[in-house]
């Protein structure tokens, strides 16, 4: 139980540090806080709310695993180095590729609303 409440209190001072210095992130989780309520009206059921939820989610989850892999080549070297610059450019790629998917699950969800 020790080691899950130390998480939780790593888990809470990353979010500290990420709400307080990566653009991205901030307006991330601004996008989820409008996307929460939004959804409720968008969804016609539990199960797509739930999908239109989890897209925003995953955006986030992308977004702090880019962040930590940006920071950690960082830490490493802060010059040029091919190898780190593709492993920031698969960071990037995965958080657009989450974007992509999210605008997909909102789409289909406002289609099927629409029609």
């Known amino acids: 139980m020790d080691r899950i409440v130390k998480a939780f209190y790593n888990s809470v001072a990353a979010w500290r540090v990420l709400i307080r210095s990566e653009k991205a ?56 180095h091919a190898d780190i610059k593709i492993a920031k450019d698969c960071g990037s790629l995965a958080v657009l590729l989450s974007i992509t998917l999210a605008l997909g699950v909102w789409g289909v969800a406002l289609w099927e609303k629409l029609s």
């Open 25 to 80: 992130f901030q307006q991330e989780v601004a996008l989820l806080a409008v996307a929460l309520p939004l959804a409720f009206f968008v969804a016609v059921d539990g199960r797509s709310y739930l999908m239109l939820i989890g897209s925003i989610l995953l955006i986030l989850i992308v977004e702090v695993l880019n962040t930590g892999i940006e920071a950690a080549c960082d830490a490493y070297t802060r010059e040029f």
